[in-house]
């Protein structure tokens, strides 16, 4: 009888053991299953989506243009015998820039003068001669109409002589030259390019959207990477009244505070600030997956990511505006976005 508890007692002892170990290894089983779910859980970071106040402002990235541009071409033919400009030269208008060659145009001009000086006087002459009968009035009427013929001639002439002295149109720096000393131009030929810097202006581009937040006269600020830490002011001068293919009108901003640092040909940034408050939802711009146009956000529930389609407005500095697909509280993914997949763990960052 004893033996039969003793083999009793040493059984149900065997059984506890095993019970024992059997806990053990689900608790050790579910420990390692969580710890591997977190292990395999994408580190990103996220935003609790909020309503926010903010004022309608977008950005448009420009060239920086000179006033006027001109290509110089000659009226007249001839050949050069003097260059009066390089190029970096700053001209003013109504200098002389070349010298063609006039000394027979100047023989031109005294011919002509001297025959329209002549038949003036004749011209007088038979006017008063006419007065007293002596001359019928056809006689006066020929010898008049020889006067206006030299007259004419001898402008002419005078015009020419002028032209081989060529002038500059307008004032600026001459940032191209084209031809030398010695060389033949015809009517046409391209002589300088220069340029007008006394105000400088940037075209970019507004959408649709944009398009309805701006108004000719209104300020704006300008902004290059050479720049970095400057900010310039300006204008808009003109805008558009139709828009290209791509749906984009075209918007003209004269610089009025370049401070000189800004130059023709530079890359910058036109920052248009509307002033009108708008109230709804800004997230990162980083939050888009895909296009502006067909846009997509992860959204975090119970740690999982879940892909969610928005409608995308005006953008906000850094951050861009969401009409649809978003609502207050809703936690997105804002980085870390190229290790998460729909469905996916996620884990905040610290």
């Keep these: ?68 541009d001109l290509q110089f071409m000659s009226d007249v033919a001839g050949r050069i015998i003097n260059i009066y400009a390089d190029e970096g030269s700053r001209v003013s208008k109504g200098s002389v820039l070349v010298q063609l060659d006039d000394e027979m145009l100047r023989a031109d001009v005294a011919s002509s003068k001297a025959a329209f000086e002549g038949l003036k006087k ?24 020889q006067m206006i013929t030299a007259e004419s001639r001898y402008t002419t002439a005078a015009r020419r002589l002028a032209d081989a002295s060529i002038k500059a149109p307008i004032s600026g720096i001459v940032y191209k030259r084209y031809v030398e000393v010695g060389g033949y131009v015809n009517p046409g ?33 300008v902004s290059g990477e050479t720049f970095a830490n400057d900010l310039f002011t300006g204008k808009i001068t003109f805008i558009g009244e139709k828009a290209d293919r791509s749906l984009n009108f075209p918007v003209e901003v004269t610089l009025t505070d370049s401070r000189k ?63 649809e697909g978003l609502q207050k509280g809703d936690s997105i993914v804002i980085a870390g976005l190229i290790n998460v997949s729909e469905g996916a763990q996620v884990k905040n960052m610290k």
């Design 189 to 221: 030929a391209r002589l300088f390019d220069i340029i007008d810097d006394s105000k400088l202006k940037v075209r970019c581009f507004a959408n649709e959207k944009q398009r309805l937040h701006i108004q000719q006269g209104q300020a704006v600020t």
């Design 122 to 145: 004749d011209y007088e002459r038979f006017k008063n001669a006419n007065a007293q009968g002596g001359v019928t009035d056809q006689q006066l009427d020929n010898i008049q109409t």
């Design 1 to 68: 009888m004893k033996k039969l508890a003793y083999i009793l007692s040493v059984c149900a002892v065997l059984a506890a053991v095993v019970l024992i170990l059997v806990f053990n290894k689900k608790n050790t089983a579910e420990k390692t299953r969580m710890v591997a779910d977190i292990s395999a859980a994408v580190a990103v970071k996220m935003e609790v989506v909020a309503d926010s106040s903010y004022s309608v402002q977008f950005t448009s990235n420009g060239t920086v243009e000179a006033l006027r």
């Design 261 to 323: 640092a800004l130059k023709a040909g530079m890359y910058v940034s036109v920052r248009f600030d509307s002033g009108v408050r708008k109230s709804g939802i800004l997230i990162p711009r980083n939050a888009i997956v895909g296009s502006v146009q067909a846009a997509n956000v992860f959204v975090v529930k119970n740690g999982v990511a879940q892909q969610q389609s928005v409608v995308t407005g005006d953008m906000v500095g850094e951050k861009i505006e969401i009409l």
